[in-house]
């Protein structure tokens, strides 16, 4: 099982990216996925977090600038990121819980760099 990311790059303050996150391998079933963060010198932190339901659970920092969605049909989760500021810099890893194999486990991706700078 692999989480491959996608999108990122480098943005002026104010301007929008989308992240999108694709679960491939032998995946029988996610719970939540979603999305943390890494900024240098700093402690990975979570993001926001999306059940399998479409409940999500966002960081106070980033609400009502990001929004994240899930195709359950295609395991692919994404991360829209409006009014980009300097401090949303980051690395960015998706994560998710999969059932694989016959039990479940936890998964990363590979991590996609975020810069917002004039």
């Known amino acids: 099982v692999q989480l491959q990311a996608s999108g990122g790059g480098l943005v002026q303050p104010g301007g929008s990216l989308r992240l999108s996150c694709a679960a491939a391998g032998n995946v029988f079933n996610i719970k939540d996925m979603g999305w943390y963060r890494q900024a240098p010198g700093k402690e990975r932190e979570l993001v926001v977090m999306?059940?399998?339901?479409?409940?999500?659970d966002y960081a106070d920092s980033v609400k009502g600038r990001f929004t994240i969605s899930r195709d359950n049909s295609k395991n692919v989760v994404s991360l829209q990121m409006n009014s980009l500021k300097a401090e949303d810099t980051a690395t960015y890893y998706c994560?998710?819980?999969?059932?694989?194999?016959?039990?479940?486990?936890?998964?990363w991706g590979q991590g996609t760099q975020v810069t917002v700078s004039s």
């Open positions: 999306i059940s399998q339901g479409g409940i999500a």
């Open positions: 994560n998710a819980e999969i059932y694989t194999d016959y039990h479940w486990a936890d998964y």
